[in-house]
């Protein structure tokens, strides 16, 4: 088992870097992969740098190159559906590309030649993933900046995710992805891209989104202000606690 760790913060990944242990640096196509462990199981961790091409490219190489059993990508995402907040988290459920349009040749939204529009994450992947979050919240029940712009009290969900290469700051977008695709809980920028490629390899995957921003005229300000405050902390312990929960599973089975 290696289990690829992919970003497209650098933020969030220097601090997961914190937590590996025996690392080693391998420089690929202007990325920096760094392999070593998290509670005893082998990792690679990257930047994935942002965007679909960005990240496909990269999970290619976690695949082909370094030999990764599973993906996880962990980053933040812009809040598509109503009650949604800023710091709860999105264990992605199926992934969409949102600015996939192919028509009238094929179906909107549809994947050429594939014939599929979604893209399930692995679901012990994903009950991992979202178990570790709770517990992150419960571990960690208050944060000071959560506070100041209330929303004390996160919460963690299974959901839909739209990818797509946009930065969504308009209201107007916002509405028009949920008119069109009303599942879908939030909106980022390489997801969907990460899925496709894990589909076409076989390999199991999740995709973990904590809330940055509301997708609206504020997205840009909470958006940074989210990653240096809050981010950080987070992704190394889910991350941590997602790889001690497979270690037991690993132990057990
Ligand atoms: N990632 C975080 N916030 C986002 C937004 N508003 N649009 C697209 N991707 C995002």
């Known amino acids: 088992m290696k289990i690829g760790i992919m970003g497209a913060m650098p933020q969030e990944i220097h601090s997961i870097l914190k937590i590996v242990e025996e690392k080693e640096h ?12 998290i509670e005893g199981i082998e990792v690679v961790v990257v930047f994935s740098r942002i965007g679909k091409v960005a990240a496909a490219s990269t999970v290619s ?10 993906v996880i990508f962990t980053g933040v995402a812009g809040a598509i559906a109503p009650g949604l907040k800023i710091g709860d988290i999105v264990v992605g459920e199926n ?8 028509r009238p040749i094929m179906p909107q939204y549809e994947i050429p030649l594939l014939e599929k ?4 994450t692995d679901p012990v992947l994903s009950r991992m993933a979202a178990h570790a979050a709770k517990e992150f ?13 209330g929303s004390d009290d996160p919460k963690v969900m299974m959901g839909d995710i739209a ?20 599942s879908i809980k939030c909106v980022e920028m390489e997801g969907a891209a990460v899925a496709q490629v894990c589909f076409e390899f076989g ?18 300000m909470d958006f940074l202000k989210f990653i240096d405050e809050i981010l950080v902390e987070l992704s190394p312990e889910v991350i941590k606690g997602i790889l001690s929960r497979m270690r037991k599973s690993l132990i057990e089975n």
């Open 137 to 149: 919240f419960l571990d960690h029940d208050v944060f000071p900046y959560l506070k100041t712009i």
């Open 95 to 102: 992934l969409i590309q949102h600015d996939m349009d192919p």
């Open 163 to 182: 990818t797509g290469d946009k930065f969504f700051s308009f209201q107007k977008d916002k509405d028009a992805l949920l008119g069109a695709l009303p």
């Open 61 to 70: 190489i976690l695949i082909l190159e370094f030999g990764v059993s599973h």
């Open 117 to 120: 529009t979604y893209f399930e």
């Open 26 to 37: 391998k420089e690929v196509a202007m990325r920096e992969f760094v392999t070593g462990k």
């Open 203 to 220: 390999v199991p995957f999740t995709v973990i989104r904590t809330i940055s921003d509301t997708a609206d005229h504020n997205a840009g």
